[in-house]
């Protein structure tokens, strides 16, 4: 293997790494605000409010990826009455079934995080006479984020593994240049740089969580 080959399938495996990126940083930058907003609707007072997020969860997260991928892009404009009205790029529909389906399960984690948080210190707030949003915002939500932090890398991680399945709706991806230079010159090389490029681009995203968690750890 000369290294001009290892040149000619990297160039366009780093452009389709691109892609992953860019896939990696708009599906987390909406679906953990998103995620949030979701949790507070379970535990919202507003019967049917919590009905529909805990039926949208259930949903997001009871069907596989692939199959909400499948429908955002091949199936959306097929819906009847809608359906022209709802024709995307194929790039732009994979994001909108990716952060629909990442904010399910940052809810869920979430969720997990309020939970943790023992009921005296809500307590403790309003004997020091703390109003809502300064409870929340102050004494709540800090030690949710520490304690949904190592969930949320993990949830992050597993995402950016999860863009390959932009390769099943055609989006040109690092795994279909991969496998595009495999079909090509019937050598598996290809998938090996791939798995490198995936294993870095997880490594940036681990040390950027283990930085944080030691930014928000206070014991």
Not at 88 to 108: H, M, S, T, V
Request: charged share 15%; aromatic share 16%; proline share 5%.
């Amino acid at each position: 293997m000369s290294f001009d080959y290892m040149i000619s399938i990297l160039k366009p495996m780093l452009e389709g790494a691109q892609v992953t990126v860019l896939l990696f940083l708009i599906a987390i930058a909406v679906s953990i605000p998103l995620g949030f907003l979701l949790t507070l609707a379970v535990r919202s007072n507003i019967k049917p409010l919590a009905w529909f997020a805990n039926g949208y969860i259930y949903l997001m997260r009871g069907t596989p990826l692939l199959l909400q991928l499948l429908f955002f892009v091949f199936g959306l404009p097929l819906l009847p009455i809608v359906g022209e009205y709802l024709v995307f790029d194929r790039f732009a529909a994979a994001c909108l079934g990716f952060i629909l389906n990442y904010a399910a399960y940052f809810a869920e984690i979430f969720r997990g995080g309020l939970l943790s948080v023992d009921k005296g210190q809500y307590e403790a707030s309003q004997v020091l006479g703390l109003n809502k949003w300064q409870t929340m915002t102050r004494v709540i939500l800090p030690q949710m984020f520490r304690v949904a932090l190592p969930a949320v890398a993990n949830e992050s991680v597993t995402l950016v593994k999860d863009t390959a399945l932009l390769y099943a709706v055609a989006v040109p991806e690092l795994l279909h240049f991969a496998q595009t230079a495999v079909n090509r010159d019937f050598t598996i090389v290809p998938f090996f740089f791939a798995g490198i490029i995936y294993l870095m681009i997880t490594l940036v995203l681990t040390l950027f969580f283990k930085w944080l968690e030691r930014r928000f750890k206070y014991d």
